[in-house]
């Protein structure tokens, strides 16, 4: 964990295409920890499947990242990954990309809440 992060918080993280990467970068939530490990990955059409489970893994086990933003369509490739994850830290945010928009039925975040939303409508009956 890098001293800055322990100094000013959590971080945020970032799975995306380049043009998400960028825009969160210009916003300054870029930063590499002492084992020189960046909070963001530039998915590239050659970028596997394996290659983004691997990173999302490694961003969830570092404890200086809090949220976790990944476009959607990655999000889908890596599903059962994002599935089995129930902790609320690192929270992970699906959204949209330029080039694809976003799906609400897909959000594990939203699955969940409306689950939690139908048993709590069948326990007041």
């Known amino acids: 964990m890098s001293h800055q992060s322990i100094e000013d918080g959590k971080l945020m993280a970032v799975i995306g295409d380049e043009d998400?990467?960028?825009?969160?970068?210009?916003?300054?939530?870029?930063?590499?920890?002492?084992?020189?490990?960046?909070?963001?990955?530039?998915?590239?059409?050659?970028?596997?499947?394996?290659?983004?489970?691997?990173?999302?893994?490694?961003?969830?086990?570092?404890?200086?990242?809090?949220?976790?933003?990944?476009?959607?369509?990655?999000?889908?490739?890596?599903?059962t990954t994002l599935d089995k994850h129930l902790l609320p830290v690192p929270t992970v945010l699906e959204i949209p990309s330029k080039q694809h928009a976003y799906d609400s039925s897909k959000d594990s975040i939203l699955k969940r809440a409306q689950l939690k939303d139908k048993r709590r409508m069948l326990q007041n009956f």
């Open 20 to 79: 998400t990467c960028v825009g969160f970068l210009l916003g300054g939530i870029g930063e590499i920890n002492e084992q020189r490990q960046s909070n963001f990955m530039v998915v590239e059409k050659d970028t596997t499947k394996a290659e983004i489970d691997q990173c999302f893994k490694r961003f969830v086990a570092r404890e200086d990242i809090a949220i976790i933003m990944i476009n959607q369509i990655y999000a889908d490739m890596i599903r």
